[in-house]
């Protein structure tokens, strides 16, 4: 904005200093609804920084563009759909704020956890908000956002008429919670339309809402047991030697139209990787179709395996090693039998076992479908 001698020029909206109070102060136009989009979505799409001669820092994208796809980006899918998001959640939080001398004490209205078997005896819960008007204004509607549904769960008190609220009065306005016997989370915002009497000019305040039905018993036992924290990264080890389990027998039965070509690496291609540690990880690969000798099943108990989290089947294999010994060579075993929460495995007759030793354990993927895909 351009300011000097008390006139100013938004450049930004393209309007001039006005003529009448509030109109021709620039700080009330500055904390308008117009300007404020704009400035937001201006800073979204225009705040780039140019890192060198050759890129251009996408502040809204958190990328890096070089200068001859800077347009193309500008342009993108993607970075539209951002600015839009800028655009709306300006909206949002501007909607959300106190204006208009009106005062929306309550900033939300959390009806907190509501106990399922207690829906019974009292099906609905009533929170109140309070509002305070610094000047003479009328509430014209207020209305819950899903109200507009026929199976709305929460619900405005119905306002037959405007209510006029004098200079420092109070008014309070019931929102009722009817989940109608079910569980879940609810969430909604309630939209209060006022018009000030004076300037004959309408604004509106949002309110969030927010409701739990639950089972108190099975919310304590989902909560977390302790903060968060995030793994460290563990770099991968190269498996130098992998002993080989034996296949399940069901997978022996098959009888293939068409069998299946050895996992051979092209010629050419071992050429090029032949040196180095390549080579060495395209020995480890051949040694994968290695036979090996039968010796008893080895079970291993799986977290999650009915809820299918890991998904294993017969024919899957997984490798072991032992946790102390990082230098030890793994063992490949082959899924022989699946239970409700362990697996039975096969490992070669060298693998030795016993209660309460730890193991590192690799879930493996199987390939045979993907191989038979690209036959």
């Known amino acids: 904005a351009l300011q000097g001698n008390k006139l100013w020029e938004c450049w930004i909206c393209n309007v001039k200093q006005g ?60 970075h539209k759909r951002k600015e839009k998001f800028i655009v709306y959640d300006t909206a949002l939080k501007d909607a959300e704020k106190d204006k208009g001398g009106v005062v929306v004490q309550e900033k939300e209205l959390d009806f907190g956890t509501v106990e399922l078997a ?18 003479k204004v009328k509430l014209r509607e207020a209305r819950v956002t899903s109200s507009i549904g026929t199976y709305a769960h929460l619900r405005e008190s119905k306002l037959n008429t405007a209510i006029k609220i004098g200079a420092g009065g109070k008014f309070g306005l ?11 989370h609810y969430d909604d915002r309630l939209e209060l339309i ?24 099975d919310l304590d036992l989902l909560a977390p ?10 770099p991968k080890e190269t498996e130098t030697a992998v002993i080989e389990g034996p296949r ?7 009888s293939w139209v068409k069998p299946l070509w050895d996992e051979d690496v092209p010629t050419f291609l071992k050429v090029l990787v032949e040196d180095g540690t390549v080579g060495e990880k395209i020995r480890a690969l051949q040694a994968e179709m290695l036979p090996a000798e039968v010796n008893a099943k080895t079970y291993v108990s799986v977290p999650g395996l009915a809820e299918k989290r890991p998904s294993v089947i017969v024919g899957d294999r997984i490798k072991v090693r032992n946790h102390k010994q990082r230098t030890e060579h793994w063992f490949r075993g082959f899924v022989h039998v699946v239970e409700q929460l362990q697996v039975g495995l096969k490992f070669a007759p060298s693998f030795n076992s016993f209660r309460g030793q ?5 879930f493996e993927l199987n390939r045979l479908t993907l191989r038979r895909m690209h036959q």
């Open 19 to 78: 003529k009448k109070p509030p109109f021709d102060s620039y700080e009330f136009h500055e904390n308008t609804f117009k300007h404020r989009t704009r400035v937001a979505a201006l800073a979204a799409s225009s705040a780039t920084q140019q890192q060198d001669d050759e890129e251009h820092r996408c502040e809204l994208c958190n990328v890096d563009v070089p200068a001859q796809l800077w347009s193309a980006h500008f342009n993108s899918v993607s």
């Open 118 to 135: 207690t829906l019974e005896t009292q099906p609905t819960r009533v929170k109140t908000f309070t509002i305070t008007a610094q000047r």
């Open 225 to 234: 047991t302790a903060p968060y924290q995030k793994p460290k990264p563990r």
């Open 174 to 184: 019931k929102v009722d919670f009817d989940p109608k016997g079910n569980r879940g």
């Open 358 to 362: 730890k193991y590192d354990v690799r």
């Open 248 to 254: 399940p027998p069901q997978l022996a039965k098959i």
């Open 194 to 217: 006022f018009e000030d009497t004076a300037a004959h000019t309408r604004f509106f305040i949002v309110r969030p809402l927010h409701a739990i039905v639950a089972v108190q018993a």
